[in-house]
């Protein structure tokens, strides 16, 4: 079956620092990405979406590029501030019809002074 | 602004009872979703609808039903609540470009 993989639970930066956080995924058909975003006590939002391969996407300082090659779509940003802590999920799902969704475990982002 | 309303915020229940979680969207999506959050396992699909009066099985449905009376409204209903059903609860809606939002989650704890 279909399934995402982010193979950090936690990671815990400097605030200034660049990040990358790791997503994989696994499908047998051509998907949408997406990052979510969800700060403590409040509900998961749209952070970054993507269909096109090789492309890259920005939003509030956020980046990714979706590479069907290697299968991944990883997030970055240049330097991280103490209000990106958060947990960050990537997700897929596909464009037939069916908008069933595949969420990866999580990764937790926690920024330090 | 997209929104999604979720009843109620927190509930207790006890083992056996039947909870009942109720959401309401006013954007006009076909599609809903009904997740529950625990930690290591991410958001999990526990049941999903294309619109009013179709209800679908999520990845977890074991223990739960789902209903969609109107395209407004979509419940979750626990028959027979268990302690490992204790979780948060959030339930979303979906755009055509596949975006969903989510409600601002339901915190259940049953004793």
């Known amino acids: 079956g279909d399934s995402v993989t982010q193979t950090e639970g936690l990671v815990t930066l400097t605030k200034g620092l660049p990040v990358m956080l790791n997503c994989t995924y696994q499908?047998?058909?051509?998907?949408?990405l997406f990052w979510y975003v969800q700060h403590l006590n409040e509900a998961p939002k749209l952070l970054l979406k993507?269909?096109?391969?090789?492309k890259r996407t920005e939003h509030q300082g956020f980046y990714a590029t979706l590479h069907k090659s290697s299968s991944s779509f990883h997030l970055q940003k240049s330097s991280v501030q103490l209000s990106d802590s958060a947990l960050y999920f990537c997700a897929l799902s596909d464009r037939t019809g069916n908008y069933k969704y595949v969420f990866g475990a999580g990764t937790r982002l926690k920024v330090i002074a | 602004e997209a929104a999604v309303t979720q009843s109620p915020r927190n509930k207790v229940a006890v083992t056996g009872g039947k909870v009942t979680l109720s959401c309401n969207q006013t954007n006009n999506h076909n599609n809903m979703y009904w997740y529950r959050q625990d930690t290591g396992h991410g958001l999990r699909l526990i049941h999903y609808s294309y619109g009013a009066g179709s209800t679908e099985k999520g990845d977890i449905p074991d223990g739960y039903k789902a209903s969609r009376p109107s395209q407004e409204n979509f419940s979750l209903i626990l028959e027979l609540a268990t302690p490992s059903q204790t979780s948060v609860y959030f339930c979303?809606?979906?755009?055509?470009?596949?975006?969903?939002?989510f409600g601002a989650g339901t915190r259940l704890s049953v004793l």
């Open positions: 499908t047998t058909y051509s998907p949408f």
């Open positions: 993507s269909s096109t391969d090789n």
């Open positions: 979303a809606s979906g755009d055509r470009q596949n975006t969903l939002y």
